[in-house]
């Protein structure tokens, strides 16, 4: 459909007809939402001094570039608009801050949003939010609360965008009270609900392990005239069997049945992962038959979850035929399969084979987190090996990752059952250094070390 417009739209140009910008506009539009950025560029190039442009075909140009990644590109288009003499404006300035935002580019989007005082433009909704979003992404939670707070001070009035993007940074920060005080104030300043709104604060009312107050509100959105679509089902189950009430969870899912939702692999991931979290794997099971019945491959979360589901249940045997079968479909694991199957090597002590499994994922090119890393330093402190303990710890330092408490309570109480005291004292300034507090069983181990050991 894009590429026969393009054909004839050039029919139209070369029989002498005289296309408005308008209607090229229409079809660069048309280009750039199929995906067609590089048609969409021949066509700009070839039609720019042919077509009398306006600035409206600069900014489809602009949001193509910013939508594949070319920001030079979008810049130059920028740079162009002013030589031809259009002056610069909110909305050609948006869309390529919005594009530096999404593409990680926050320095240069800082700059363009500075950028537009002292051309005389004014930042309106979309800019804060485009920027506050950008900070988000790039781990800069203050910077996108302080530019929020500036934002109301300024008198801008946050669109339904904005909320939903500040309830969702405080329900994932645990501060739900502020989530629900947003919505009330969305409310009050005549802002529209949107699905987005609900399904964001019923995840976050279920992660804060209020399922009433979840349940009340979609009861509300029903109210309000909006039917919960996939996602909303989705989390109502995933809360439910997080809350371990998994007979909730399967009534919302007839009801999301009889809805005629979409039943996803994910919500089957979801079911999987209740039901092996309450160790019931006969319902495990059950899902899983009643999934590939329907026609629907487990996926790398699907074995990632049954594995975890055997080892969590004492057989480890199992969970290693699963992990064969799963790469046997043409899956490779990733950090989280390999963090499950090291845990459970781990608790057993099998600390042999938990080692050729973290040396196999650099083989893999993957990177060990530091759950993996605490969980090898949990396993050899068990086994009472200090000195690897030890050297896990210095390595995930060398990495720029700092170890929990567990793992540093651990290994410095192992190096003093083995006499090593001045090396458990070190790994003791080492975890007053970053941040953490020791607790007593950390004193008495170094002080019964000293006494035992400090005169040999």
Not at 142 to 162: D, H, S
Not at 308 to 330: L, Q, T, V
Request: with cysteine; net charge neutral.
């Amino acid at each position: 459909m894009p590429e026969q417009s393009l054909f004839y739209f050039n029919q139209m140009v070369e029989k002498g007809l005289k296309p408005t910008s308008n209607t090229f506009n229409s079809v660069l539009s048309c280009l750039i939402k199929h995906e067609l950025f590089e048609k969409a560029c021949w066509a700009f190039d070839q039609t720019h001094g042919v077509l009398e442009l306006n600035c409206y075909s600069f900014r489809i140009m602009i949001k193509g570039c910013c939508g594949v990644g070319d920001l030079n590109k979008g810049f130059e288009l920028l740079d162009q608009m002013g030589k031809m003499g259009w002056p610069p404006d909110i909305v050609s300035y948006n869309v390529l801050i919005d594009g530096c935002c999404k593409n990680g580019h926050i320095g240069e989007a800082k700059k363009l949003f500075l950028e537009l005082g002292r051309l005389g433009l004014v930042a309106d909704d979309f800019s804060y939010t485009s920027m506050i979003n950008g900070y988000f992404k790039k781990g800069f939670k203050k910077n996108g609360f302080e530019l929020y707070e500036e934002m109301k001070a300024r008198g801008v009035v946050p669109n339904v965008y904005t909320y939903n993007m500040m309830i969702n940074k405080h329900c994932r920060d645990g501060n739900l009270d502020k989530g629900l005080e947003l919505f009330d104030e969305m409310g009050e300043r005549g802002v529209a609900y949107n699905l987005v709104t609900y399904n964001t604060l019923i995840r976050g009312l279920f992660r804060g392990k209020k399922c009433w107050e979840a349940e009340k509100l979609v009861a509300d959105m029903r109210k309000a005239g909006l039917s919960p679509d996939t996602i909303t089902y989705n989390t109502v189950i995933d809360g439910y069997c997080r809350a371990r009430k998994l007979n909730k969870a399967l009534m919302t899912f007839d009801q999301m049945k009889a809805s005629d939702q979409s039943i996803s692999l994910v919500t089957y991931n979801v079911l999987i992962g209740g039901f092996s979290r309450a160790g019931d794997l006969a319902g495990v099971g059950k899902f899983v038959k009643q999934m590939e019945k329907e026609g629907l491959t487990p996926s790398k979360v699907t074995y990632t979850i049954l594995i975890d589901s055997f080892i969590k249940s004492g057989n480890i045997e199992k969970a290693f035929e699963i992990h064969s079968s799963m790469e046997r479909a043409g899956l490779i694991s990733d950090v989280y399969t390999y963090g499950v199957l090291i845990h459970g090597l781990c608790v057993e002590g099998n600390m042999k084979d938990a080692l050729k499994l973290f040396t196999a994922m650099f083989e893999h090119h993957l990177e060990p987190n530091n759950v993996i890393y605490n969980t090898m330093i949990y396993g050899y402190s068990k086994q009472g090996s200090s000195y690897r303990a030890w050297a896990f710890i210095q390595e995930m330092g060398d990495k720029g990752m700092v170890p929990n408490m567990a793992s540093y309570r651990l290994t410095i109480i192992v190096l003093c059952r083995d006499g090593k005291w001045q090396e458990a004292e070190t790994l003791f300034n080492e975890m007053v250094g970053s941040g953490l507090q020791p607790n007593y069983s950390i004193y008495a181990a170094i002080l019964e070390a000293k006494e035992k050991f400090g005169s040999k």
